[in-house]
């Protein structure tokens, strides 16, 4: 039997490898051509290089491509299609920079980061309560491509939204940065107002009447807002570049304009956040610094108490022959009220200087 066994697996045939998967076909989200404020052939999902061919035939259409994490096998085809220069598709790639604005040939590329609340029911030192991710949106003279990281900030949104206005998609390919970077203030605005309720609750428990001593929640939100800051600050910088740039449609400056002002007031409140949880930490450091001082006064307090039984107990426990009471009757009784009296007067004392 175990002849036979080992002879059919030599002759059997050898199973099917499957090849290694060529790309990420998942990466591809959604990829479209837009005319005239317009989507081409209506919900459908067009190929990117069909896309291409129909958006080059037509005068003043453009396509939107949406990735979602694409592997450089996925971007390769889309870096020929579209003329991407390596760098572009490097960058596009790896994902993760920080905020900003570069032009490479014909091509713009412009990085925002991504932020969203995570629900709590209650913060503690592990909390997790902002998660961030970027998007990358590669602006050519006839398409838009999004290349967005980590699973905040989905884009289906922005482009239904951007879809039923049709006179801002007339614009071209700037119609979908405009739209994305809306989205995103939009975003950091939405997270600034919950986290503001968080420092609300912070707020209360550190100057209610009966408080914990923990206090590592309040370092851990700092840390978040930390991320949280690195989202919203950077962006101010590479919204005025695109501004003063002439390759901006003059119908989307006062559109731009609007997303600047709103990106100001997400930083003001991000900046008032960061000033509130240093006034809060300093308080509750303070808090504690009180209450230590608190409990050593017990304790010195408390010691001195039991200093005078102390003493008069060493003064008579002495191994002397002739000492004062020592053979009285009353000797015992008398240093126990002694030391009832001399205790319960040092008490009084400390009690009324507040130590106690």
Same mark, same amino acid.
């Given at each position: 039997?175990?002849?036979?066994?080992?002879?059919?697996?030599?002759?059997?045939?050898?199973?099917?490898?499957?090849?290694?998967?060529?790309?990420?076909?998942?990466?591809?989200?959604?990829?479209?051509?837009?005319?005239?404020?317009?989507?081409?052939?209506?919900?459908?999902?067009?190929?990117?290089?069909?896309?291409?061919?129909?958006?080059?035939?037509?005068?003043?259409?453009?396509?939107?491509?949406?990735?979602?994490?694409?592997?450089?096998?996925?971007?390769?085809?889309?870096?020929?299609?579209?003329?991407?220069?390596?760098?572009?598709?490097?960058?596009?790639?790896?994902?993760?920079? /920080?905020?900003? @604005? =570069?032009?490479?040939?014909? &091509?713009?590329? $412009?990085?925002?980061?991504? #932020? +969203?609340?995570? !629900?709590?029911?209650?913060?503690?030192?592990?909390?997790?309560?902002?998660?961030?991710?970027?998007?990358?949106?590669?602006?050519?003279?006839?398409?838009?491509?999004?290349?967005?990281?980590?699973?905040?900030?989905?884009?289906?949104?922005?482009?239904?939204?951007?879809?039923?206005?049709?006179?801002?998609?007339?614009?071209?390919?700037?119609?979908?940065?405009?739209?994305?970077?809306?989205?995103?203030?939009?975003?950091?605005?939405?997270?600034?107002?919950?986290?503001?309720?968080?420092?609300?609750?912070?707020?209360?428990?550190?100057?209610?009447?009966?408080?914990?001593?923990?206090?590592?929640?309040?370092?851990?939100?700092? /840390?978040?807002? @930390? =991320?949280?800051?690195?989202? &919203?600050?950077? $962006?101010?910088?590479?919204? #005025? +570049?695109?501004? !003063?740039?002439?390759?901006?449609?003059?119908?989307?400056?006062?559109?731009?304009?609007?997303?600047?002002?709103?990106?100001?007031?997400?930083?003001?409140?991000?900046?008032?956040?960061?000033?509130?949880?240093?006034?809060?930490?300093?308080?509750?450091?303070?808090?504690?610094?009180?209450?230590?001082?608190?409990?050593?006064?017990?304790?010195?307090?408390?010691?001195?108490?039991?200093?005078?039984?102390?003493?008069?107990?060493?003064?008579?426990?002495?191994?002397?022959?002739?000492?004062?009471?020592?053979?009285?009757?009353?000797?015992?009784?008398?240093?126990?009220?002694?030391?009832?009296?001399?205790?319960?007067?040092?008490?009084?004392?400390?009690?009324?200087?507040?130590?106690?």
């Amino acid at each position: 039997m175990a002849i036979k066994k080992l002879v059919g697996t030599l002759i059997r045939p050898s199973a099917h490898v499957p090849s290694p998967r060529s790309g990420n076909p998942d990466a591809i989200v959604d990829c479209a051509v837009y005319s005239g404020g317009v989507r081409h052939g209506g919900s459908a999902r067009l190929s990117f290089p069909e896309a291409a061919r129909l958006a080059r035939r037509r005068r003043g259409a453009f396509v939107w491509l949406g990735l979602h994490e694409p592997d450089p096998a996925t971007m390769r085809p889309v870096a020929e299609v579209f003329g991407l220069h390596d760098l572009l598709v490097e960058q596009a790639v790896s994902g993760g920079h /920080r905020p900003g @604005v =570069e032009t490479l040939g014909e &091509v713009t590329r $412009l990085v925002l980061r991504t #932020a +969203r609340y995570v !629900e709590h029911d209650r913060l503690t030192a592990t909390s997790e309560v902002v998660e961030t991710g970027d998007i990358t949106v590669l602006i050519g003279p006839w398409f838009a491509i999004t290349v967005r990281h980590g699973p905040v900030g989905p884009l289906w949104a922005v482009r239904n939204e951007l879809q039923s206005r049709p006179e801002v998609l007339r614009q071209g390919p700037w119609a979908v940065a405009y739209a994305v970077g809306s989205r995103m203030v939009d975003s950091y605005l939405d997270v600034a107002e919950h986290v503001e309720r968080d420092l609300e609750r912070i707020e209360e428990e550190t100057f209610a009447e009966v408080r914990t001593s923990e206090f590592a929640h309040i370092y851990q939100l700092k /840390r978040e807002m @930390v =991320e949280f800051k690195r989202a &919203v600050l950077p $962006l101010a910088e590479p919204l #005025a +570049r695109l501004l !003063e740039s002439g390759d901006l449609p003059d119908g989307l400056r006062p559109y731009l304009l609007d997303v600047r002002g709103r990106q100001a007031r997400a930083v003001d409140r991000v900046a008032s956040f960061d000033d509130l949880l240093n006034s809060i930490l300093q308080a509750r450091l303070a808090q504690i610094s009180v209450d230590q001082n608190h409990d050593m006064r017990k304790i010195a307090s408390w010691a001195a108490i039991a200093a005078v039984p102390t003493v008069i107990a060493g003064v008579f426990g002495m191994n002397f022959e002739h000492l004062p009471g020592l053979d009285s009757p009353y000797g015992f009784a008398g240093s126990m009220v002694a030391m009832t009296v001399l205790g319960g007067g040092v008490y009084l004392r400390l009690k009324k200087a507040g130590w106690l």
